[in-house]
């Protein structure tokens, strides 16, 4: 079984849209934990809803705000499965991702890889040209550059053991990629692209000032990495970017 971890918080125009995502999967093994960050519209409604109609559906809901990481610490600690995945509450998989994903992880014995995705507006209209990923990256290359979407990511936690996010206010994702590549090689890619990303006009990787320093963070504060060598990393991720958003 994989685990899959959804954090949301006021995604009511999308949660709907996100769960069908996953329901529509050609492989049926899965339970989705959703951890709800105390959202103020009416996103819970719609979880709720999803439970009660689908037992592979779990929910749990935040007393206050938590933030990202915390929220999805909390459905890591929950998961039971084999393999685990996160899906935030506006994103989607194509129908075939956790199919191909698995076949490609269970053939090849890895124990972790991620996946290609396409790249939409809010209304699912493409923004970017689809974002093909490397074959493999280690430690010292995801330093320079993140291609690893956290929409993407599949682990095998059987085999790993569990990892849990960095409590940094945000890319706690590259966080917790780079310490899953302190323990495991390599991370393989799948240059199908089986993922949707929304690209919402408030998304981090959208100002890419405030994604530098975030990235600034990781590389002194989470990795102790320093400042000579961390000024280096930032100039091969600040070139990276510009590559990977054509702009």
Not at 44 to 58: G, N, P, Q, V, Y
Not at 186 to 197: C, E, H, N
């Amino acid at each position: 079984m994989i685990s899959i971890i959804s954090a949301t918080y006021n995604c009511s125009a999308f949660i709907e849209q996100t769960i069908m995502s996953v329901q529509q999967q050609t492989y049926p093994d899965w339970e989705m934990i959703i951890i709800d960050d105390s959202s103020t519209d009416n996103t819970l409604d719609f979880i709720k809803a999803a439970s009660l109609a689908d037992t592979r559906i779990k929910y749990l809901v935040n007393d206050e705000n938590m933030g990202p990481a915390k929220t999805r610490n909390r459905g890591i600690e929950m998961a039971t499965g084999n393999y685990m995945a996160f899906l935030d509450g506006d994103d989607l998989w194509l129908p075939e991702f956790l199919a191909v994903s698995l076949d490609f992880m269970e053939k090849n014995n890895y124990r972790f890889i991620f996946s290609s995705y396409r790249r939409v507006d809010v209304e699912l209209n493409p923004l970017y040209e689809d974002f093909i990923v490397p074959k493999k990256v280690s430690y010292h290359s995801l330093l320079k550059t993140c291609p690893i979407s956290c929409l993407t990511a599949v682990i095998n936690i059987g085999v790993t053991g569990k990892f849990y996010m960095p409590d940094i206010a945000k890319r706690q994702d590259y966080g917790l990629w780079l310490s899953i590549l302190r323990k495991v090689d390599f991370a393989y890619g799948i240059q199908q692209p089986l993922a949707i990303y929304r690209m919402r006009k408030n998304s981090i990787s959208r100002n890419k000032y405030k994604a530098m320093l975030y990235v600034w963070k990781v590389y002194r504060d989470l990795e102790k990495l320093d400042p000579l060598y961390s000024s280096y990393l930032m100039v091969n991720y600040v070139i990276n970017g510009l590559k990977k958003y054509g702009r």
